[in-house]
């Protein structure tokens, strides 16, 4: 039995647009790499809030330096690059269930530094955020005490299971 080379990926061509196909390949690359904003944004050398803008649909075209490093970033060309300079950063995110809680970690933190002109708008998402965990919090307290209140149904009331 002969084995199949594997079927080479379209290589996709950037011209300059970021379309919706292009936005959600960008995202999906820098979320595979486990890369923040902040840390793919040093790499290009650019400000975070620009890649962020690029993903995220806020840019519609990027500048002609910029051009073939995006295409080379969609199509996996940099993943080598990317992963051995940053594999012992501290921006990436870990590879478990966490990630979206560090994901969501950084979107506050980058929404608070748009807030520098707004002072005002940071301090009330940062109330908001407090309310939020505080809440969570005493959900995750009742939630613990009525499963320590929740009666033995395995064994009659006044006997203790027997052993084997």
């Known amino acids: 039995m002969s084995m ?22 960008i995202k999906k690359k820098r979320e595979e790499l486990g890369l923040t904003y902040l840390t793919i944004a040093q790499f290009f050398k650019i400000n975070w809030s620009t890649f962020r803008k690029w993903e995220n649909g806020e840019t519609i075209n990027c500048g002609l330096r910029h051009r073939p490093l995006i295409e080379a970033f969609i199509n996996g060309d940099l993943d080598t690059e990317l992963q051995s300079l940053y594999a012992s950063s501290s921006n990436k995110y870990p590879n478990t269930s966490s990630s979206k809680v560090y994901q969501a970690m950084e979107r506050v933190a980058n929404t608070y530094t748009l807030c520098s002109q707004n002072p005002a708008i940071g301090e009330n998402m940062l109330t908001q955020n407090e309310q939020i965990a505080m809440d969570t919090l005493k959900h995750l307290v009742i939630a613990s005490r009525n499963r320590q209140r929740q009666p033995n149904y395995g064994a009659p009331k006044g006997r203790k299971p027997r052993g084997r």
């Open 4 to 25: 199949k080379e594997p079927t080479p990926r379209r290589r996709v061509k950037f011209t300059g647009t970021f379309t919706e196909e292009i936005r959600r390949l």
